[in-house]
Each structure stands twice: as structure tokens, then as C-alpha cells.
């Protein structure tokens, strides 16, 4: 829970001063890379992490992923161009990838079917901290002292902790190998090629760069069919569809996110501290949907629990643009946040249930896996994409409150996609031991 807690610091910090960041290093119409290549390494950190937890155990993925999270934020911190930040950020990622993952691995591995609910409750209760906290000490260092403390700070506290929890995760070493690994280990290094492709080719603001878009995001549809279960990109009933829908309703509330402090400091010139509290309004309902989804029985579909969290996010989300109106106080973002929040904690710890209840023993790092391979690959193709719309408006006069209104109904779309794909997630039978393997 610990590096949980650290790992929502840093998410929450770096979304409070990014910002700061852009002005400073003059890229605000690159502003999404900071956060894309973030989120493209921990693809390849979440690939690793799940074969390498499989095979041996988590432990290894666990050590190697904080001691690449630390690293990078020193990186970051010390970048004086947008290249060294998204350098960084992108060995922050691979760190990420890996803890999550190995996390995960541990929760399924450590605990009873019956008990996982309230495991995954527990987790969302690690970042209520970090969310109250976390946007006024980053709104502060970034305003008033310098951006680059709030890299800075996560391994002077990301590093005592690990080193306390690495020598009592033994009991949980072993495994065995897969023969797919070294298949998934190139898929997923095109899939995050193919990633940074569509990225890099959207944000040219060209036809060619248009192209060369379109031939990442082929890249990208081709080989992660290769890291994801059978069936997933078609939303397959039961498990595939089920891993499908982690990234449908990440897509809608993390790509909003994006926008919601630039958005606030852009249009309505309040600080970056102010911006980023409205972030902080969301920890205590994200655990609230949490707990409730942690009183259902372990082995109960969860498809209408992922349903109505997408509904509340999709309303939250669509309120959002109602926040930048001239006449109405920007504190009210907060509450339509909140409200989006309450939504992603009844639907994402119900979405890993799930999963885990559908898969065999031997493949839980593979799904685990999956599950967070999903939430990169479409939140970095939904924000690339509203990333391009920014990057148009910003070079055309700048970013208005129609701008992100415009974004926002982009996320609203994703959310209302995972309503409607919710009742896919219950499989037509559920064999003993678990359904559905992985590919």
C-alpha cells in the first residue's frame, strides 16, 4: 500500500505542475507528450512485469520497477528540454509498469477470491492521501519554488519504503515460464513504437504527419493483439471483453484529467495550486466507490457494477465544460470531478475482479498484465488524439473554453461506450479454476 500511496503522489504532482512545466520549457503545444511517454513505457514495463512475475514471482519486477521510477524522476526533475522531460518520464513509466503489475501479481497470489474486493478497496484507499495532499504541496513547489522539486521528491520517498517491503515478498517467489514470452516481449515493443508513432504523427499538424498516424495506430491495432486475451479487440464475452473494458473507462476519465488543471489555469486564470486541488476533491468518492464495490461477493458478475460507474463517469465528465463558464465559480469542476470519481471507484476495482475471477492461476500475470496494457494503449490513443485537437487550437490563436469542451465530449464518448459494452463482461459459463486464457 505504501508504494501505492508514493506512485499516487507522483501521478497526482505531475498532473498539478504540468502546467508550470510546459511554459517553462516552452512546449505547450507538445503539452501531452509528458504524459504519453509515460504511459507508452509502462506498456513495455507492464509486459515485462507480468511475464517476469509468472515466471519467477513479483518480487524481482517490484525491486526493478521502483529502482526505475526513482531514476527517471531524478531525470526529470533535472530536465532542461521537453526531450530530457519525456525522457524521464518515459523511465518513469517503465518503473510504473513494472510495480503495478507485480502489485497486482501479489493481491491475486496473496489473497482468497472472496477476499480480493476489499484488496482492491484498500488500494483505492492509498491514494485518498496523495489526493488531498498531493496537489497543494505540487501547486505550491511549482508556483513558489521550482516544478522540478516535485520530481525530486519521489525517491527520497519511494526508496526507504521499498527497501523495508522487498525481503518479506520471498515467500512469494516462483513460477513458471511462458512459452509466448519472447512473442509478447516484441509485440509489445511495437505496440509502444507504434504508440509513439501516432503520437509524434498527430501533433505535426500535416497531412504526412497525418500518415504517419494513421500507420502507427496500425501498428499499434496489429501487435497488441499479441499481449491482450483472445478475442479482446473484438469484445469477446467474459474475460476478453472484460480486459476491454479497463481501457474504456480509463480513456474517458484520465484523458479529461489531462485538460482539467490546464484547462482551469488557461481560461479561468486561477493558480496551479487551486487547479490542482480540484484534482484533490476526487480521492474521498474514488474510495467511496471503492467500498462499495468491495461489498459484493467475490464471485458475482460485475458487469452492472462497470456499467453504472461508467454512466456516473460519463455524466461527470460531460459536466465538466460548465466549470469554465464565466458565470459560474471554477470550484465547481470540483464537484463534477468528484462525482466522476465515485463512478471510477466502483467500476475499476470491479473491472480487476473480475478479470482475476476469470483467470487460471498460472496466467494471473498475464492478465494482470493485460489489464494495465489495455489502460495505457487506449488512454495514450484517445489522448493523442485530443492532444492533436489541443495542439491545433494552440497554434490557431490558442486554446479557448470551447477547446475543452470540445476534448471533454471526446472523453465523454469513451465512457459512454463502456456502458454500453459492460454487458459483455459476463461470460456464458464460467469453468471451474477460471475462463479464458490469454494468447
Request: net charge neutral; charged share 10%; hydrophobic share 55%.
Amino acid at each position: 500500500m505504501a508504494l501505492i500511496t508514493l506512485l499516487a503522489f507522483e501521478a497526482i504532482g505531475t498532473a498539478t505542475a504540468m502546467p508550470v512545466v510546459a511554459r517553462d520549457l516552452n512546449a505547450l503545444s507538445d503539452y501531452t507528450w509528458a504524459f504519453n511517454a509515460f504511459l507508452v513505457a509502462s506498456l513495455l514495463g507492464m509486459v515485462v512485469g507480468g511475464l517476469w512475475s509468472d515466471a519467477v514471482g513479483p518480487r524481482p519486477a517490484l525491486v526493478w520497477g521502483v529502482l526505475a521510477l526513482a531514476g527517471g524522476s531524478v531525470v526529470a526533475g533535472s530536465a532542461p528540454t521537453l526531450v530530457v522531460l519525456v525522457s524521464g518520464r518515459a523511465l518513469q513509466g517503465i518503473g510504473a509498469g513494472l510495480v503495478i503489475v507485480s502489485v497486482y501479481v501479489l493481491i491475486a497470489r496473496a489473497y482468497d477470491e472472496s477476499v480480493r474486493p476489499k484488496a482492491f478497496s484498500v488500494l483505492a484507499a492509498a491514494w485518498i492521501v496523495p489526493s488531498l495532499v498531493g496537489p497543494l504541496v505540487a501547486g505550491w513547489l511549482a508556483d513558489s519554488v521550482t516544478w522540478r522539486a516535485v520530481f525530486w521528491l519521489v525517491p527520497i520517498f519511494v526508496l526507504p519504503p521499498a527497501l523495508l517491503l522487498f525481503p518479506r515478498l520471498k515467500e512469494y517467489d516462483g513460477g513458471t515460464p511462458h512459452d509466448s514470452g519472447r512473442t509478447r516481449l516484441i509485440a509489445g515493443a511495437f505496440t509502444a513504437a507504434g504508440l509513439m508513432t501516432l503520437q509524434y504523427g498527430l501533433l505535426q499538424l500535416s497531412v504526412i504527419g497525418l500518415a504517419e498516424g494513421a500507420v502507427g495506430l496500425a501498428v499499434v491495432i496489429i501487435a497488441v493483439r499479441y499481449v491482450l486475451p483472445h478475442g479482446a479487440l473484438r469484445f469477446e464475452r467474459g474475460l476478453p471483453a472484460s480486459v476491454m473494458m479497463r481501457g474504456l473507462i480509463a480513456a474517458a476519465f484520465f484523458s479529461a484529467e489531462v485538460f482539467v488543471p490546464l484547462a482551469l489555469v488557461e481560461t479561468r486564470g486561477v493558480s496551479t495550486t487551486y487547479a490542482g486541488m480540484v484534482l484533490a476533491t476526487a480521492a474521498a468518492m474514488w474510495s467511496l466507490g471503492s467500498y462499495a464495490q468491495s461489498r459484493l461477493p467475490g464471485d458475482q458478475d460485475r458487469g452492472p457494477a462497470v456499467r453504472l460507474g461508467a454512466a456516473i463517469v460519463a455524466c461527470s465528465v460531460l459536466s465538466l465544460p460548465i466549470a469554465l463558464l464565466p458565470a459560474v465559480p471554477p470550484w465547481t469542476a470540483a464537484v463534477s470531478w468528484a462525482v466522476g470519481a465515485l463512478g471510477m471507484g466502483l467500476a475499476m476495482p470491479s473491472v480487476s475482479v473480475q478479470v482475476m475471477r476469470l483467470s487460471p492461476p498460472a496466467q494471473l500475470g498475464l492478465n494482470s498484465s493485460a489489464l494495465q496494457i489495455v489502460d495505457s494503449v487506449m488512454n495514450v490513443v484517445v489522448i493523442s488524439f485530443l492532444g492533436l485537437g489541443h495542439a491545433w487550437a494552440v497554434v490557431n490563436g490558442g486554446a479557448t473554453a470551447t477547446t475543452y469542451t470540445a476534448l471533454w465530449l471526446g472523453s465523454t464518448v469513451m465512457a459512454l461506450l463502456a456502458v454500453v459494452a459492460a454487458g459483455r463482461m459476463a461470460p456464458r459459463s464460467v469453468p471451474d479454476g477460471g475462463a479464458a486464457e490469454a494468447v
